[in-house]
T-cell receptor
Framework: EPEVTQTPSHQVTQMGQEVILRCVPISNHLYFYWYRQILGQKVEFLVSFYNNEISEKSEIFDDQFSVERPDGSNFTLKIRSTKLEDSAMYFC???????????FGPGTRLTVL | QQQVKQSPQSLIVQKGGISIINCAYENTAFDYFPWYQQFPGKGPALLIAIRPDVSEKKEGRFTISFNKSAKQFSLHIMDSQPGDSATYFCAASASEGNNRLAFGKGNQVVVIP
């Protein structure tokens, strides 16, 4: 069964460093999302991406964040200068069409020291 | 703004019992209501979802009840099993826009043998 994959599973970085979180959505999916989950809290929407551009972003997704689909398979989230409060699980999700369900990857745990 | 409110926060159920989790939403544009199941260290996995054209949907031991006028929906887990012990998130999204999911805070269900 096709699934969303994410790498790395755990990323430890120093405050102020740049990190890139990688996702491989399900191959024929067209809509892509990033969410994050701070430990013990709910899952929060960050950004959606369709047709090679951001379609919506939340107030969390400030200028420090960017997303890219550099080729036909990868979808990346970059945080330019990490802060302590960026520590969270980051989930990538994808879906085939506008009204279909979103499939989530296993997440990347980001720890900012 | 908390668009989806979930209760109770945690639930302990005997094996074979019924687990009931409730959610309430505020945005009347929401028209898709999924429940996600999450195990520790894993991403949310879609369990069951409903659209407002029906008041109930059943899949195996899992049932969603939907009350459009009250803006509430609930998840019932029948014959609860220890393997059902997980965190359950309700969510909602609107077809208009980019279908970003608004999640509830989650409910930890523990099924004791």
């Amino acid at each position: 069964e096709p699934e969303v994959t994410q790498t790395p599973s755990h990323q430890v970085t120093q405050m102020g460093q740049e990190v890139i979180l990688r996702c491989v959505p399900i191959s024929n999916h067209l809509y892509f999302y990033w969410y994050r989950q701070i430990l013990g809290q709910k899952v929060e929407f960050l950004v959606s991406f369709y047709n090679n551009e951001i379609s919506e972003k939340s107030e969390i997704f400030d200028d420090q964040f960017s997303v890219e689909r550099p080729d036909g398979s990868n979808f990346t989230l970059k945080i330019r200068s990490t802060k302590l409060e960026d520590s969270a699980m980051y989930f990538c999700a994808s879906k085939l069409q506008r009204y279909n369900e979103q499939f989530f990857g296993p997440g990347t745990r980001l720890t900012v020291l | 703004q908390q668009q989806v409110k979930q209760s109770p926060q945690s639930l302990i159920v005997q094996k074979g019992g019924i687990s009931i989790i409730n959610c309430a939403y505020e945005n009347t544009a929401f028209d898709y209501f999924p429940w996600y199941q999450q195990f520790p260290g894993k991403g949310p996995a879609l369990l069951i979802a409903i659209r407002p054209d029906v008041s109930e949907k059943k899949e195996g031991r899992f049932t969603i009840s939907f009350n459009k006028s009250a803006k509430q929906f609930s998840l019932h887990i029948m014959d609860s099993q220890p393997g059902d012990s997980a965190t359950y998130f309700c969510a909602a999204s609107a077809s208009e826009g980019n279908n970003r999911l608004a999640f509830g805070k989650g409910n930890q269900v523990v099924v004791i043998p």
